[in-house]
């Protein structure tokens, strides 16, 4: 996991982790020099968990499209030695149900080199986009993380395109585009459907959540971003009423709504928030009661006045260990603060 001030920007990393325990015999995290404690909660929970892995790495401060997080998370995973990885963001939470069936893909498919596995994203509680990610891979140098960690795939150099398989995998690429299904039996990649989608909670607290969309508009360099930040008066007012009344369902269904409304006047829309479900708490994953609907994550250095009350500090116990059942050849699992 990279991970950097994920109290401030409102990521469940503690809950992320837990959730990860589940599936990989050691998680790696490296902090990226947080300044809101962030680094001492990992530092607690890894006093209890053996198989938590902690560094320190600096992120590069320039680079848009996603440039720091892509570089950190490559840098960590080039110290990795697994021969299967799993990259998790520290925003995402793995149904314990779909955990055997990831551990048992690499066995299943000796010839696929990159599994997609299905992602459900969230704002609060309401789901509003469905897709697939490559994010279990065999830990070949070829592969790498690619834009801001939100997929894996191939890297390849000079030196690359000139070996025997290499060559041939560009060749059934090409024939992939003429002979269709006939060929893509060879290919490296595997789709799979899990019991239960992995959850990515790309918004849980109203206040962080606005403050990590000003963060990525400047770090991924995409304009549609800055519609999801309190420089705009209309989801300022949001947060406004938000602050009065407490009203976390209500915040997250308008923020939905006026993104959508935003199409219709031609401002530049991000494509995921066409449409948007309802998922009550017990449907949503257990590890995150008392934490889904809360206004905020762990410390926090300001409240706005009439805020609803929070989640305050840290966690009182830590997450229970889970129990270790994985084979040996699942040895990894690292995130992004995406």
């Known amino acids: 996991m990279v991970v950097r001030n994920g109290f401030r920007y409102g990521y469940a990393f503690l809950e992320s982790i837990r959730s990860a325990l589940n599936l990989c015999e050691v998680v790696h995290v490296a902090d990226g020099f947080s300044d809101d404690g962030t680094f001492e909660a990992l530092q607690a929970f890894a006093a209890d968990e053996p198989r938590l892995r902690l560094t320190r790495s600096r992120w590069p401060t320039s680079g848009g499209g996603g440039v720091p997080i892509r570089v950190a998370l490559n840098s960590l995973r080039r110290t990795l030695t697994a021969p299967v990885l799993f990259q998790f963001d520290a925003s995402d939470i793995l149904p314990p149900e779909s955990a055997p069936r990831i551990r048992e893909l690499p066995l299943l498919y000796p010839d696929r080199e990159i599994f997609a596995l299905p992602y459900r994203q969230f ?189 305050p500090g840290l966690p009182r116990t830590l997450p229970p260990r889970p129990a270790l059942v994985h084979p040996p050849f699942l040895g990894g699992t690292w995130a992004s603060t995406k």
């Open 123 to 311: 704002l609060g509680r309401y789901w509003f986009n469905e897709e697939f990610r490559f994010r279990l891979v065999r830990n070949l140098r070829t592969v790498e993380v690619l834009w801001d960690g939100w997929t894996l795939g191939y890297h390849l150099g000079f030196s690359d395109l000139v070996q025997r398989p290499q060559l041939r995998r560009l060749l059934r690429r090409a024939a992939l585009a003429l002979f269709q299904d006939r060929v893509a039996v060879d290919l490296p990649e595997q789709w799979i459907n899990l019991p239960r989608p992995i959850s990515h909670f790309y918004g849980l607290f109203p206040d962080a959540f606005l403050e990590k969309m000003r963060h990525k508009s400047w770090m991924q360099g995409n304009p549609e971003y800055r519609g999801l930040t309190a420089e705009d008066p209309h989801v300022q007012s949001l947060l406004d009423r938000y602050h009065v009344t407490g009203e976390y369902d209500r915040f997250w269904e308008q923020m939905l709504e006026l993104q959508r409304q935003r199409r219709t006047h031609g401002v530049p829309f991000n494509k995921e928030f066409l449409y948007s479900r309802y998922v009550p708490d017990d449907q949503q994953p257990t590890v995150l009661t008392g934490v889904l609907g809360a206004a905020q994550y762990g410390p926090v250095t300001h409240v706005p006045a009439g805020a609803p009350p929070g989640r």
